[in-house]
């Protein structure tokens, strides 16, 4: 009897390796094959960019406040740097002599959307919609229709990506966060952009944040000591020709095929 039990033990046993080698067979094997094939479906807004030489950029969301707008301008044009502001639409009606301000000197005013809506709640109709009537505000003060947009928020889903490059627009995101809306003192806002900023980063500040103004110096001061160049984000990411990774990360078609 000891020895009828033993045997169907062993048995068991047996059966439990074989599904156990199985199993892995199928992830090594067919696993990452579905993994890939999902995420290269995904679509993705540009986190960053994949670049050899040593540039970035530096963008500011411009939703409710405008407190800072023109110091960061005065501050921008001493370290003569250009950056991209994403702006709402609401904003736009609010602060029309700011929008001209950032355009003026010299700042690219891209869109944000045109309430500060959560985009994924919204069919594709209504994203392109509203992404317009955004472009128009804008392109009223500027003379220039954008052809970047942050989503609010953030956020986004395949439709809503989707959506916005029919227009032939891109969606961007960033890869290093401020967090200056949490109100972090000036030395902590930029001691996280300094130690996260990498070739072909994306940062991201508000312009209407408690100590944004006060931190941007020296973050530009540590910039030039590494030997960055700043650049617009229409001038950093790449147009036509290119893939991006499932982190988001941007890379010329060439690169990614050698």
Not at 107 to 119: A, F, G, K, R, T
Not at 143 to 156: F, K, S
Request: aromatic share 8%; proline share 3%.
């Amino acid at each position: 009897m000891r020895g009828k039990v033993l045997l169907l033990r062993r048995g068991t046993l047996l059966l439990i390796l074989t599904a156990l080698v199985a199993a892995g067979i199928f992830m090594a094997v067919g696993g990452p094959g579905f993994v890939s094939a999902s995420a290269a479906k995904r679509q993705l807004p540009i986190y960053s960019v994949e670049r050899e030489e040593k540039v970035c950029a530096i963008s500011f969301d411009a939703a409710w406040g405008n407190e800072d707008t023109q110091a960061l301008i005065d501050i921008l044009g001493k370290y003569n740097v250009k950056a991209t502001f994403f702006v709402v639409g609401d904003w736009v009606d609010k602060y029309p002599e700011s929008v001209k301000a950032l355009h003026d000197a010299g700042h690219e005013v891209m869109n944000h959307s045109l309430h500060h809506d959560h985009y994924n709640a919204l069919t594709a109709d209504q994203v392109v919609a509203d992404v317009t009537a955004c472009n128009e505000k804008i392109a009223a003060i500027t003379g220039v229709t954008p052809c970047l947009i942050r989503c609010p928020y953030g956020e986004y889903d395949d439709h809503v990506i989707s959506a916005i490059r029919s227009m032939g627009m891109e969606p961007i995101q960033w890869d290093v966060d401020s967090l200056d809306w949490k109100d972090y003192d000036a030395d902590t806002i930029c001691q996280r952009v300094t130690s996260k900023l990498s070739p072909g980063s994306i940062v991201l500040f508000h312009n209407a944040a408690l100590h944004t103004s006060e931190a941007l110096p020296a973050i530009l001061d540590h910039m030039a000591r590494e030997g960055y160049s700043l650049l617009p984000i229409s001038q950093l990411i790449y147009r036509e020709n290119y893939t991006i990774d499932h982190a988001g990360r941007q890379f010329c078609q060439a690169q990614s095929e050698q």
